[in-house]
T-cell receptor, first 116, second 105 residues
Framework: DGGITQSPKYLFRKEGQNVTLSCEQN?????MYWYRQDPGQGLRLIYY???????QKGDIAEGYSVSREKKESFPLTVTSAQKNPTAFYLC???????????????FGEGSRLTVL | LAKTTQPISMDSYEGQEVNITCSHN???????ITWYQQFPSQGPRFIIQ???TKVTNEVASLFIPADRKSSTLSLPRVSLSDTAVYYC??????FGSGTQLTVLP
């Protein structure tokens, strides 16, 4: 079935360590996104990519990095520079230009990162 | 970026119609209005999208007035399983805080 796969579902990290969250889609979508969600809060955009080898910072990009070497994959690295990395991370993709808002976002099931 | 304003929470009873209104005063000419539903520890799911007037699908209706500065999501005959957070987006990338809908028996 087509969809978005995020892994791992749960991840624990020690302070000072970098960690990479995987996001893979087989929907043939051009655009992909990473969001962060804290308890009781809405989703905040970290990075998005409209095409391979190109990506833009979202509202809270500091302490994060991404790459888009393949259309299907958009991994997110949470670096040690991220002050409060404990959160629920959601990856999404869409077929349309994110600047117009047309089309829908398809989300993965999320990755929950806990920093010990 | 366009910003949305929604009620923080709403309560309803099973079988009732629920209307959630979203304010988006700064909506741009090309912006679509999209609503998502999110259950705890899951990714949001698309409910409905519209540009103007009224849109209806098998689960909801979306009402958009002529000035497009607000929109109303209508859920007919809600059930307990509709308890969730509902988000209104007027630009693909920007989520607000959402509305926690609680359906009571």
């Amino acid at each position: 079935d087509g969809g978005i796969t995020q892994s791992p579902k749960y991840l624990f990290r020690k302070e000072g360590q970098n960690v990479t969250l995987s996001c893979e889609q087989n929907l043939n979508h051009d655009a992909m996104y990473w969001y962060r969600q804290d308890p009781g809060q809405g989703l905040r955009l970290i990075y998005y990519s409209q095409i391979v080898n190109d990506f833009q910072k979202g509202d809270i990009a500091e302490g994060y990095s991404v790459s888009r070497e393949k259309k299907e994959s958009f991994p997110l690295t949470v670096t040690s520079a991220q002050k409060n990395p404990t959160a629920f991370y959601l990856c999404a993709s869409s077929i349309r230009d994110p600047r117009t808002g047309a089309g829908e976002l398809f989300f993965g099931e999320g990755s929950r990162l806990t920093v010990l | 970026l366009a910003k949305t304003t929604q009620p923080i929470s709403m309560d309803s009873y099973e079988g009732q119609e629920v209307n959630i209104t979203c304010s988006h005063n700064n909506i741009a000419t090309n912006d679509y209005i999209t609503w998502y539903q999110q259950f705890p520890s899951q990714g949001p799911r698309f409910i409905i999208q519209g540009y103007k007037t009224k849109v209806t699908n098998e689960v909801a209706s979306l009402f958009i007035p002529a000035d497009r500065k607000s929109s109303t999501l209508s859920l007919p005959r809600v059930s307990l399983s509709d308890t969730a957070v509902y988000y209104c987006l007027v630009w693909q990338l920007t989520f607000g805080s959402g509305t926690q809908l609680t359906v009571l028996p």
